[in-house]
Structures are given as C-alpha cells and as structure tokens.
C-alpha cells in the first residue's frame, strides 16, 4: 500500500513564501513522475508544476518565475517552493505521484489528501 504525506501549508500574507513537501511510502519500485496541483472553491483542479525522474518540469503559466519544483528521487519527495505569493493562489494543494509499485510493476497515480494554502492581501 503506496501512501502520500503531505506538509507545508498554512496562511501566509501576499508576498510571502511557503514550502510544500510530499512523501511517499510503501513498496515502491521507482518514480514515473511527481507534481502539484491545485484547487480553489468553485474550481477545477489544476496542475500547478511537474517533474520527472529525470528532473524535467513544466509549470502552469500563472506560476513561471514564481514557484519551483524540486525532487529527492532517493526519498521519492517532491517539494514546492512558492514565493511571491499572491492571494489568487489561495487553494487546496495535492500531492501527485505516479509510481511504479512493485505489486503492479506499471505507473499508478498516487495522490495525497491535500494540505491548504491561504494568502491573505
């Protein structure tokens, strides 16, 4: 059984920065790849940024020069670090990793609970 923890989020003002981390555990045989996305009230969930295991990212538009993805293969985490944050950036942020378990031995997505980010202006 493949679990996701999320942390990092929290309340912070407009202009602020704040950390996300999510770890998974379980049988794990490698990473396909990872990433965060996003959801405000009344919204579609969105991808935020991604990165393979090779350490490729692409971001969402809103977020370029701002936010920054990162990965510990070894520890299959990924970080987010967001700077300069806005209050449009207010939303409910998940963890997502597509794993290889070694009792499926193909990609499964893997998502965390959720961890809350709220910018105050």
């Known amino acids: 059984q493949v679990q996701l923890v999320e942390s990092g989020g929290g309340l912070v003002l407009a202009g602020g920065s704040l950390r996300l981390s999510c770890t998974a555990s379980g049988d794990i045989y490698s990473i396909h790849t990872m990433g965060w996305y996003r959801q405000a009230p009344g919204e579609q969930r969105e991808l935020v940024a991604r990165i393979t295991s090779s350490g490729d990212t692409n971001y969402a538009d809103s977020v370029k020069d701002r936010f920054t993805i990162s990965a510990d293969n070894a520890r299959f985490t990924v970080y987010l670090q967001m700077n300069s944050l806005k209050p449009e950036d207010t939303a409910v942020y998940y963890c997502?990793?597509?794993?290889?378990?070694?009792?499926?031995?193909?990609?499964?997505?893997?998502w965390g609970r959720g961890t809350q980010v709220t910018v105050s202006s």
């Open positions: 997502k990793q597509v794993l290889i378990p070694r009792t499926h031995w193909a990609p499964v997505d893997y």
